[in-house]
């Protein structure tokens, strides 16, 4: 079993969708990170969670660290939302560069 | 604030040769971490750098190491290179545990 779970592992929304990606993970952990990659390549770190709750703009972020759980929202999904979502752990005590990461969301959003 | 780069963007090489990755930091950033992502295992961290020290190695062969400079630029070689290794290898500098991702380096072993 992977330390950090992604589910779905694809997801197809009609333009306007409201979007969930969950991530669970099984290690103690300090933060959570949410990223971006689209085609080609470039990751974009869209959060980074230790408690709580945020926002940037159409996408939110939560996370529940007793049920070692993080959700990651879109509202009024676009087609240029469409990309892989990535959830990452930092391990608590580890360094900020020792992430294990989720295999990734794959969103396609049509117009 | 120019972001992180990396150098070459792409790269062939054969099995049995060996090859030098280049990742400069956002300017400031003491920390570079590397990572391979492959279509099988997703995204791995393989070693993490502050201030010349490596401070962490993930589960990869001694066949891949790494060195960071004074200037905080940092460099990942994989010696022996096998078909395994082709990936996409990116860098990230971070401060305040935010990470900044490069474009990575796309290598293809032949």
């Known amino acids: 079993k992977n330390e950090v779970e992604q589910s779905p592992q694809n997801l197809t929304a009609q333009e306007g969708e409201f979007i969930t990606i969950n991530c669970s993970y099984s290690?103690?952990?300090?933060?959570l990170h949410w990223l971006q990659q689209h085609p080609g390549g470039g990751i974009v770190s869209l959060f980074m969670l230790s408690s709580g709750k945020k926002k940037h703009g159409r996408l939110i972020a939560t996370i529940n660290i007793q049920e070692k759980h993080s959700s990651l929202h879109i509202t009024a999904s676009h087609p240029r939302d469409s990309a892989v979502y990535i959830c990452?752990?930092?391990?608590?005590?580890?360094?900020?560069?020792?992430?294990?990461f989720g295999k990734g969301t794959k969103l396609s959003v049509k117009p | 604030k120019a972001g992180v780069t990396q150098t070459p963007r792409y790269l062939i090489k054969t099995r049995g040769q060996q090859v030098t990755l280049s990742c400069s930091p956002i300017?400031?950033?003491?920390?570079v971490s590397w990572y391979q992502q492959t279509p099988g295992q997703g995204l791995q961290f393989l070693f993490e750098y502050f201030s010349e020290t490596q401070r962490n190695k993930g589960n990869f062969p001694g066949r891949f190491s790494g060195r960071q400079f004074s200037n905080s630029r940092s460099e990942m070689n994989v010696s022996t290179l096998e078909l395994g290794d082709s990936a996409l290898y990116l860098c990230?500098?971070?401060?305040?545990?935010?990470?900044?991702f490069g474009p990575g380096t796309r290598l293809t072993v032949l």
């Open positions: 990452a752990a930092l391990n608590y005590g580890g360094s900020q560069g020792n992430l294990i």
């Open positions: 290690v103690g952990i300090s933060a």
């Open positions: 990230a500098s971070s401060a305040n545990n935010e990470q900044f």
């Open positions: 300017s400031g950033h003491r920390s």
